[in-house]
């Protein structure tokens, strides 16, 4: 094992654990892209494929009225309907973990918009942490909250319960707050052992949200669900001058048809799930302890900086933070597609090094 640790890094023998969409697509969707490729349809996301797919989505929410458009990615769907939401001087507020506040190149500010960040322990806002944004901006002179920002899972792969985002949503409503949730990774929220949302029952409880493909076996792609009635117009103007309104559309449409129809999305998820648990489960059981607790694809191993120098030459992982005394916290991610020999062997390799 000693001599394994000691090879230079080559492709043949890296295993990924950096994020979840190293992987192409599940082959259900490849096959549909081609047995589809050569019939001709409508351009910009009205073909029947997307057709249908909004069909499907609407019948998922229960919601016959939702407007639902395609988009390319994450990054895109977030600066789209947080750009077209607020107005000049208006704001979002976000726990400082936040993708829109960290990983997105300050996306929302080249907007105009500013970030109003909020330390959290867990990655997750409360009523309160809100709170405490309105009552510190109080006039003109400040900025003016009106969005507040989510994801679920969370950057630190939490989860939302149904107490908290009804809780969210009520406090959002009674101040008139537009509450927007970013779900890249909702899959695995809502396939989690410890989630009791439905996914119907959180499209109601906020404004608009998305549905994240590229991190669940699509080649790429999200779904934007808009539910309030007055942020529905003219969407599609914001999609086509953000570039988003994609000419071939039905290349979206064709994945979120597949992945819906016979709801493989959840089935992805909850792959990716299991193999997180058997992952987080096995570092534990060496020992190690966690960040946060471990309930979607994304955990976070406390680990000497000794053992990560030396997984990392067979395994490819961020390394998120300092923890100090020569420890560092390190993120884990796991696919659709990862393979279980690869949780074994990871979790073999760590007990080799202790």
């Known amino acids: 094992m000693a001599q394994l640790f000691e090879k230079e890094n080559n492709l043949n023998m890296v295993y990924s654990f950096k994020n979840d969409y190293s992987e192409g697509a599940h082959p259900n969707i490849l096959e549909a892209l081609k047995n589809l490729n050569l019939v001709q349809q409508e351009g910009y996301g009205v ?32 600066l789209i309907v947080i750009s077209s939401i607020l107005k000049p001087y208006e704001s979002v507020i976000s726990a400082t973990t936040g993708h829109i506040n960290t990983h997105e190149t300050g996306a929302i500010e080249a907007t105009g918009h ?4 909020v330390d959290t322990k867990d990655g997750k806002l409360t009523p309160n942490d809100v709170k405490s944004v309105l009552e510190y901006h109080v006039d003109e002179h400040m900025v003016k909250p009106k969005l507040v920002y989510i994801s679920n899972t969370t950057e630190l792969g939490t989860i ?16 008139q707050l537009l509450l927007f949730l970013d779900g890249a990774r909702l ?10 949302l439905s996914l119907d ?14 991190k669940n076996g699509a080649l790429l792609g999200e779904a934007i669900v808009i539910n309030k009635e007055e942020l529905k117009t003219n969407f599609r103007y914001n999609l086509k001058q953000k570039g988003a309104l994609l000419s071939k559309g039905r290349v ?6 597949e992945l819906f129809k ?32 471990s309930v979607s694809n994304q955990i976070f191993p406390i680990l000497p900086d000794t053992i990560i120098d030396k997984l990392s030459k067979k395994y490819l ?38």
């Open 262 to 293: 016979d709801d493989l999305f959840f089935d992805l998820a909850k792959h990716a799930n299991i193999m997180a648990t058997k992952l987080s489960t096995g570092i534990e059981g060496l020992g190690y302890s966690l960040l946060t607790k």
């Open 47 to 78: 073909d029947d494929y997307s057709k249908e797919a909004v069909d499907i989505l609407r019948s998922k929410i229960s919601n016959s009225n939702a407007d639902i458009h395609f988009v390319s990615g994450g990054t895109q769907a977030n």
């Open 160 to 175: 939302y319960k149904k107490n908290e985002l009804e809780e969210l949503s009520s406090f959002c409503k009674d101040n």
């Open 201 to 214: 029952e959180l499209s109601r409880l906020v404004d608009a949200f998305y549905i994240g493909g590229t």
């Open 252 to 257: 979206l449409g064709v994945q979120f048809l």
């Open 317 to 354: 992982f961020y390394v998120w933070c300092k923890s100090g005394n020569a420890m560092s916290i390190i993120r884990l991610v796991t696919s659709w597609a990862t393979k279980e020999e690869a949780i074994e062997s990871f979790i073999n390799d760590l007990e080799a090094l202790k």
């Open 114 to 117: 500013k970030v109003n960040g």
């Open 187 to 196: 899959g695995s929220a809502l396939t989690s052992q410890d989630n009791d």
